[in-house]
């Protein structure tokens, strides 16, 4: 992880410099099994370029038949000749990639002092989120929110067995978030699962679960009183279901996100 977070500086540092070409993701709705198809190119030039392609599906239907609601590959053309040189498991890569965009967050924008981390969601996203805040600030003690008690309780026991630290499974999930330094929000849901009312002054939230405009982690009021910071505005626009709705509300200005990059 701690590699994957430097990996994240230098590309956001690319994406600063203007290095970086990334055409705004394509999302394709499948709309008779409430899915998105979503294909994503890039270009970094400079000193180490790269070209390539990540296509991700979303299908929620598939957690009903215990099947993968998230799966992607990456196509990797050599930046030179447009070649392709690697197909490559794009759901892992994906996972940890988030981690580390929200340890590179979390290690800019929250307190040094951090030690309590909540997390809601108990799937390899969520997973990538603790390992990620972990390796940027002295997290002691981990809550998890999830409302399936037997996720929720292997989740916690695999975090407590693979980072050395205290973690505990909470039903009710909007309950642990006044007990938190940073909070990783990592579930698609539609419904808010964070009240900005429940969240104490100075926590440091990332929020990755969102990528539709229907989606949203977050309630109104808990943007409103934000300070928002995304990776890119062009794809929060888009894509970042609680701003595009506080915005529509009128009670969030796209002129006051800052991007990380800068």
């Keep these: 992880m701690p590699q994957a977070i430097e990996a994240m500086r230098a590309a956001?540092?690319?994406?600063?410099?203007?290095?970086v070409t990334m055409p705004q993701r394509l999302a394709t709705p499948i709309d008779e099994h409430d899915a998105t198809h979503l294909t994503m190119p890039c270009h970094v030039g400079g000193d180490d370029p790269f070209l390539c392609?990540?296509?991700?599906?979303?299908?929620?239907?598939?957690?009903?038949?215990?099947?993968?609601?998230?799966r992607a590959v990456i196509?990797?053309?050599?930046?030179?000749?447009?070649?392709?040189?690697?197909?490559?498991?794009?759901?892992?890569?994906?996972?940890?990639r988030t981690g580390a965009v929200s340890g590179l967050a979390?290690?800019?924008?929250?307190?040094?002092?951090?030690?309590?981390?909540?997390v809601f969601g108990?799937?390899?996203?969520?997973?990538?989120?603790?390992?990620?805040?972990?390796?940027v600030r002295p997290v002691q003690r981990v809550l998890v929110?999830?409302?399936?008690?037997e996720k929720g309780e292997r989740f916690c026991s695999r975090v407590s067995s693979d980072f050395g630290v205290e973690c505990?499974?909470?039903?009710?999930?909007r309950l642990i978030a006044p007990e938190c330094d940073v909070i990783c929000l990592a579930t698609t849901s539609r419904e808010p699962v964070l009240?900005?009312?429940d969240v104490m002054p100075w926590t440091h939230v990332n929020g990755v679960g969102s990528f539709r405009a229907d989606m949203h982690e977050t309630d109104l009021g808990f943007v409103e009183n934000a300070r928002v910071v995304v990776d890119l505005s062009s794809a929060a626009r888009v894509g970042a279901g609680e701003l595009i709705q506080a915005a529509g509300a009128g009670v969030f200005d796209w002129g006051g996100a800052i991007e990380l990059s800068q």
């Design 145 to 149: 929110g999830a409302r399936d008690v």
């Design 122 to 135: 108990t799937g390899e996203i969520a997973y990538w989120q603790v390992a990620a805040v972990c390796a």
């Design 168 to 173: 505990t499974f909470e039903p009710s999930p």
């Design 106 to 118: 979390t290690e800019y924008l929250s307190r040094k002092t951090s030690k309590t981390l909540g």
């Design 75 to 96: 196509v990797v053309s050599d930046p030179a000749t447009g070649a392709p040189v690697a197909l490559m498991d794009g759901e892992h890569v994906t996972a940890v």
């Design 195 to 197: 009240l900005g009312k």
């Design 12 to 19: 956001f540092g690319a994406l600063g410099r203007g290095e």
């Design 53 to 70: 392609l990540k296509v991700v599906t979303f299908f929620p239907e598939n957690a009903k038949r215990g099947e993968p609601t998230v």
